[in-house]
């Protein structure tokens, strides 16, 4: 999941999204493209399952059918595909984040490039330098009207905006029923990023949280984490460094979404897809 959201992490041959998000997804939709015989079983895999109400776990309901239909893709590694709408999501940043850095401009760092700070184009470029580096009265000027264009595109018109100080992301697997929605984040040789490019110690599991709960709208949801491996959540301090713009209780209830990690053969085990089946790299 990166999408300019997050610094770059390893690609290539074992790219986990070609050689195991997708295989092990497309093997159960082909099954059952509603879920109904398998993501039930699929959350029981996760430690942390109990943090859904007992009532979904039981009974998670029906994938919008949507999700698995097919678009045109056009994948960075393969080129253009045929893909079904639960894989690369694309998602907007939260609403809260994307205030918090308007108003507190110190806590960004500027992206780097070939060693020398980016630069953007017209008017981006001297909007962001007014922000973050002008003059007081240039400062609160800039922060006005980024308020106001937040307040009026909201984040789902923040994309490449001058305002908007963490992009868009792509979800790697977004399940949705009309009771549950759910995030799966897909690793294999990748670690999760640590920083976003203008936010040091934006951990991305933390923002995704984060994230969720905003789509949610109050409806039962959860991240899970799948890799080769184990892989170890973040700890409290990185939800506490990732998200400053919420209270103590804020935090805990955005940490109380990661239904916990998992790795794809312990997934493939639950719900009965061969581990075997599954590519060990991306064709060249």
């Known amino acids: 999941m990166c999408n300019g959201a997050y610094d770059v992490t390893v690609r290539g041959r074992f790219n986990s999204s070609i050689t195991r998000v997708r295989p092990f997804f497309q093997a159960l939709f082909r099954r059952d493209p509603t879920g109904e015989s398998w993501l039930g079983a699929l959350l029981a895999a996760c430690p942390n399952v109990e943090n859904l109400p007992e009532s979904v776990r039981g009974n998670p309901g029906k994938i919008v059918d949507a999700l698995v239909?097919?678009?045109?893709?056009?994948?960075?590694?393969?080129?253009?595909?045929?893909?079904e709408r639960a894989f690369e999501r694309r998602v907007a940043p939260p609403t809260a984040f994307l205030r918090y850095l308007i108003e507190s401009p110190a806590s960004l760092r500027w992206p780097l490039e070939k060693g020398t700070e980016k630069t953007f184009g017209d008017p981006t470029q001297g909007l962001r330098?007014?922000?973050?580096?002008?003059?007081?009265a240039e400062r609160v000027e800039a922060r006005i009207q980024a308020l106001a264009e937040l307040q009026r595109q909201g984040n789902a018109g923040s994309d490449h905006s001058w305002w908007a100080f963490e992009g868009f992301t792509d979800v790697d697997c977004y399940l949705e029923t009309e009771k549950l929605l759910i995030f799966i984040e897909g690793k294999r040789t990748e670690a999760l990023s640590e920083s976003t490019h203008w936010f040091r110690g934006r951990n991305q599991l933390v923002r995704n949280l984060e994230v969720i709960g905003?789509?949610?709208?109050?409806?039962?949801?959860g991240v899970i984490l799948v890799g080769e491996d184990a892989l170890d959540p973040p700890d409290a301090a990185a939800f506490d460094t990732g998200l400053p713009h919420l209270t103590i209780e804020?935090?805990?209830?955005?940490?109380?979404?990661f239904l916990g990690a998992t790795t794809w053969r312990a997934a493939c085990h639950a719900t009965g897809v061969s581990f075997d089946s599954l590519p060990v790299q991306r064709e060249a």
């Open 69 to 83: 239909l097919t678009r045109r893709f056009k994948d960075r590694l393969q080129g253009s595909i045929d893909l």
């Open 129 to 136: 330098t007014h922000l973050i580096k002008g003059s007081a």
């Open 214 to 221: 905003e789509l949610a709208a109050g409806r039962p949801c």
């Open 250 to 257: 804020e935090r805990e209830q955005v940490r109380g979404r």
